[in-house]
């Protein structure tokens, strides 16, 4: 699926909080100090993506990413994400992120002194 981002500099990415079940992503122009775009997963069921990234390219699973994921679980699951991105290196990396669903949460985040911070 193709994620509805809001209108923004939503170029620098990285995994704010992780409990094994709810995953949520921080986006904005610079995450020094704030970012104004949380993308939160519930019941995570899958994840490939690094830590940190920039410039996420947003697109639909291919099949096989989707044989990919459904082995692995069992079944398909209600929400799966695919992007391309900057990891860091000197290829794109290929994302994938299943879960029961998602929402999006907009506004200014402070970076630190959250408790989910890592």
């Not at 997963?41 to 390219?57: K, N």
């Amino acid at each position: 699926m193709l994620l509805p981002l809001p209108d923004g500099s939503w170029w620098d990415w990285a995994v704010l909080g992780y409990d094994g079940s709810r995953l949520t992503l921080a986006a904005g122009h610079d995450l020094t100090y704030h970012h104004g775009l949380e993308v939160v997963f519930t019941d995570t069921r899958y994840v490939r993506c690094p830590t940190d990234f920039t410039d996420p390219a947003f697109r639909e699973p291919t099949s096989e990413e989707r044989a990919e994921v459904t082995r692995f679980l069992g079944e398909e699951p209600p929400v799966l994400v695919a992007f391309e991105a900057d990891g860091g290196g000197t290829v794109p990396v290929s994302c994938l992120i299943a879960a029961e669903d998602w929402a999006i949460r907009q506004g200014r985040f402070p970076r630190w002194g959250r408790a989910d911070v890592r």
